[in-house]
């Protein structure tokens, strides 16, 4: 049997915007998406049960970025280890949790995660294949939270502008027509598992948020004095790793996103594409733009 085929590797989403940007798909390169949800594991902001054991960000509490990366690495050896268990080479493409986007199963191969959305072929006999996004989480009763919303947004519209192929629209079809979903948007419900990517992601829901643009998502701050990050809105808390002599420092003028604002600590972005989570600066080091 083949080698199952797998990176199993994290990118930020500046990080995959520039690995998109050069990737060689091939001479038949994908032209439509897949949309998932995990289920198991779920996470703790979208519970499949009360059992803290499935959540992927569980025991992280304390943890840097970087250990929580290396943490999370082997979970989803895990899952690929069960598609090998399943006789399966290939498995979805992306794994997309609220930090970053994982590289699953080459996005030059056909993938396995939709039955017959996985690919095609059209009455010329040509090949037309899916890149199958997995979501980290159960989404029944909840929708994706706004982190992860910002990764989707990136790997999809990114993928969008590189291959030019496909559009962020719907088209409402018969189960197991992929046809009818080549060039655009479809979930895996529209071909043989009806409860994925869950009951609150209907089309209704995603499709906005997908095409609303990346870099529209989160309030931005301008940095105004020479400062490190954080791991935690203490002072005396680990500097954040970085690139800087081994940690994440940013200089007067460079613009960052923010999130949660608390008790005068300010929870960042190293840059106006990724999703707020580095770590912390004392709000005072940052101004309206």
């Known amino acids: 049997m083949?080698?199952?085929?797998?990176?199993?590797?994290?990118?930020?989403?500046?990080?995959?915007?520039d690995y998109v940007q050069t990737y060689d798909f091939g001479s038949v390169p994908p032209s439509f998406v897949v949309v998932h949800n995990s289920a198991n594991p779920d996470a703790s902001w979208a519970?499949?049960?009360?059992?803290?054991?499935?959540?992927?960000?569980?025991?992280?509490?304390?943890?840097?970025?970087?250990?929580?990366?290396?943490?999370?690495?082997?979970?989803?050896d895990t899952i690929k280890n069960y598609y090998v268990s399943l006789g399966?080479?290939?498995?979805?493409?992306?794994?997309?949790?609220?930090?970053?986007?994982?590289?699953?199963?080459?996005m030059y191969d056909v993938g396995t995660h939709a039955a017959s959305g996985n690919s095609y072929h059209d009455a010329q006999g040509k090949l037309h294949y899916s890149i199958g996004i997995e979501t980290i989480g159960y989404f029944q009763h909840n929708g994706w939270p706004d982190s992860m919303q910002k990764l989707l947004q990136i790997a999809v519209q990114s993928l969008r502008d590189r291959l030019k192929n496909f559009e962020i629209v719907y088209h409402s079809a018969p189960t197991n027509q992929p046809a009818s979903h080549d060039h655009s948007i479809s979930f895996h419900r529209d071909y043989n598992k009806p409860e994925c990517p869950g009951a609150i992601i209907t089309p209704d829901y995603a499709i906005p948020i997908l095409q609303k643009s990346y870099q529209t998502v989160y309030a931005q701050l301008r940095i105004v004095?020479?400062?490190?990050?954080?791991t935690a809105p203490d002072p005396d808390s680990p500097l954040a790793s970085g690139p800087d002599n081994g940690m994440t420092t940013l200089a007067p003028g460079a613009v960052v996103n923010i999130g949660q604002q608390q008790d005068g600590w300010l929870h960042v972005a190293?840059?106006?594409?990724?999703?707020?989570?580095?770590?912390?600066?004392?709000?005072?080091y940052a101004r309206p733009l």
């Open 2 to 17: 083949s080698a199952f085929a797998y990176i199993g590797q994290a990118k930020t989403g500046q990080e995959f915007i």
């Open 88 to 106: 399966w080479t290939t498995g979805p493409h992306l794994f997309i949790d609220e930090r970053w986007i994982w590289l699953f199963t080459p």
């Open 225 to 230: 004095a020479p400062c490190a990050v954080f």
């Open 47 to 76: 519970p499949l049960s009360g059992d803290p054991g499935t959540k992927w960000d569980r025991n992280e509490a304390g943890l840097s970025s970087d250990q929580i990366k290396a943490k999370r690495k082997p979970q989803l």
């Open 270 to 284: 190293p840059n106006t594409t990724d999703p707020p989570g580095i770590g912390f600066l004392p709000s005072s």
